[in-house]
């Protein structure tokens, strides 16, 4: 079937010597990508006229959201610093937690493979686990408050970092590592003194870049009833005031700012 949709071409260089030009698939890619696009916006009911009809509803509300109330800053400040807070423990918590899971889910490391593959798949299911979702299922369980927030900030980072981390173990130089268990130093020790230091760069870039995110996601979580700035944004929302909602996204937009602007700076030191 290839064969026939794309033939392979023979080419004669000027020495007479005939050389057999590569297949690509790019052309079937193209053509699959095409179809797959079309039958989702048929399935999904996309329509390009309402979009265009209703556009500019969009420029309305954020007319609306200029100038924001100043007044209400003063009642943004304490949820904002708990959307941080529960952003900052979440990830830290998060991040301690995914290293053993990475080094148990490290095929290279761990000895018992069965393991490694229960830990990845772990891992695995918790990355698909949206973290609005965790936040739901985490109020049920904790109550309403900013303790749901953390705990579905702390499963994320526990996946995405977790996946990063047995990923780069995995590709790590093990020439030192097996030199040291040869020496009779445990499995722990060798990790230790010979993988943490080629990981331990990218761990903490990754972990930082993670935070930055979650300060991001901890916005939305109010949503649910996980605590933050997000129950003051689905207030004012809900309630249509959008000169609150500006004031909100203004401070959000400021504080997530200055906390990427920091991370990048360390995040550059590391690398």
């Not at 941080?84 to 080094?103: D, E, F, H, N």
């Not at 109010?222 to 700035?229: E, L, P, Q, R």
Request: aromatic letters at 12%.
């Amino acid at each position: 079937m290839f064969g026939k949709l794309l033939p392979i071409k023979k080419i004669t260089l000027p020495n007479g010597k005939v050389v057999t030009e590569k297949r690509t698939l790019t052309p079937f890619v193209v053509v699959v990508i095409l179809v797959l696009t079309y039958f989702s916006a048929v399935i999904t009911d996309f329509n390009v006229a309402t979009i265009i009809k209703r556009i500019g509803q969009f420029f309305v509300i954020l007319q609306q959201m200029v100038p924001p109330t100043w007044t209400y800053f003063p009642h943004i400040w304490q949820p904002l610093l708990d959307t941080i807070k529960m952003s900052l423990l979440g990830s830290l918590l998060g991040a301690l937690c995914a290293l053993p899971l990475a080094i148990l889910a490290a095929s290279n490391i761990t000895r018992w493979k069965s393991l490694s593959a229960t830990m990845k798949l772990l891992l695995s299911l918790l990355r698909t686990l949206p973290t609005l979702i965790a936040a739901l299922i985490a109020t049920f369980v904790f109550g309403l408050g900013t303790v749901a927030g953390t705990v579905a900030i702390f499963l994320f980072t526990i996946a995405y970092v977790g996946k990063l981390a047995y990923e780069q173990i995995e590709n790590a130089n093990m020439e030192a590592f097996e030199a040291m268990r040869s020496m009779g130093l445990t499995t722990i020790q060798s990790f230790r003194y010979a993988i943490l230091p080629q990981i331990l760069p990218n761990y903490l870039s990754v972990s930082l870049f993670c935070f930055e995110g979650n300060v991001r996601y901890a916005s939305i979580l109010g949503y649910v009833g996980a605590g933050g700035i997000g129950l003051l944004l689905n207030e004012s929302l809900g309630w249509r005031n959008y000169a609150n909602v500006g004031m909100i996204l203004l401070l959000l937009v400021v504080t997530v700012f200055m906390i990427e602007t920091i991370s990048e700076h360390y995040r550059k030191k590391l690398m």
